[in-house]
């Protein structure tokens, strides 16, 4: 697979700052070379290890496609190439997940709003009742003139009061003209004559 160096810049930019920190560490670069040692890669296959590795991680390239790339690397032999593959997922993809996993994770935590998940279970297992809007509208007057009015009382009683009052609809007298039939002068092919 060949990028332009835009492609690869473009998608370089998009990733944290972390993930990028990561994939250029050292740590990286040591765990490729040592992958390579043990699979006894030349040194061109562990540059293509190497692009295949940076390109997954950009989302530049598939799954399927690394997975190609890794079997070519070691001649076709489809054993060892799903060896190298888990041995790069474990060694480089599983630490940039478990650095997003961690920043998700305090994202989650640090989001305004968040709620604590016992706070939420209790208030699903225990709902607050509410009040109908009918029984709201039924409330003595005093009860209801004794706090100042919001946007949602006012709505509130509206809705009861077009609810508990009676509806009554005009009558209409529908005139149904009686059509004649359109004649027709070619005979209906979909009809057999009757004999």
């Known amino acids: 697979?060949?990028?332009?160096?835009?492609?690869?810049?473009?998608?370089?930019?998009?990733?944290?700052?972390?993930?990028k920190a990561l994939l250029s560490s050292d740590e990286v670069l040591a765990s490729i070379q040592r992958i390579a040692k043990k699979y006894g890669l030349q040194i061109d296959e562990m540059g293509r290890l190497e692009e295949g590795v940076t390109f997954l991680a950009l989302g530049?390239?598939?799954?399927?496609?690394?997975?190609s790339l890794?079997?070519?690397?070691?001649?076709?032999?489809?054993?060892?190439?799903?060896?190298?593959i888990q041995e790069v997922n474990d060694g480089i993809f599983m630490p940039i997940r478990e650095l997003?996993?961690?920043r998700e994770n305090e994202k989650a935590s640090a989001?305004?709003?968040s709620v604590d998940r016992d706070e939420l279970l209790d208030a699903i297992e225990n709902p607050t009742p509410s009040e109908h809007p009918i029984?709201?509208?039924q409330r003595p007057a005093a009860d209801r003139a004794s706090s100042i009015p919001t946007a949602n009382d006012v709505a509130r009683e509206f809705v009861?009061?077009?609810?508990?009052?009676?509806?009554?609809?005009?009558?209409k007298q529908?005139?149904?003209?009686?059509?004649?039939?359109?004649?027709?002068?070619?005979?209906?092919?979909?009809?057999?004559?009757?004999?």
């Not at 530049?60 to 997975?67: G, P, V």
């Open 1 to 19: 697979m060949k990028f332009t160096a835009e492609q690869i810049q473009a998608a370089y930019d998009t990733l944290p700052e972390d993930i």
């Open 60 to 67: 530049l390239m598939s799954q399927s496609e690394f997975s």
């Open 70 to 84: 890794m079997t070519e690397v070691v001649a076709g032999n489809r054993a060892t190439a799903s060896a190298l």
């Open 100 to 102: 997003l996993m961690t």
């Open 111 to 113: 989001a305004p709003g």
């Open 135 to 137: 029984s709201l509208a």
């Open 160 to 171: 009861a009061g077009k609810l508990s009052e009676n509806v009554s609809l005009p009558s």
């Open 174 to 195: 529908t005139v149904v003209k009686d059509v004649p039939p359109a004649k027709s002068t070619t005979p209906d092919p979909y009809r057999e004559p009757i004999s």
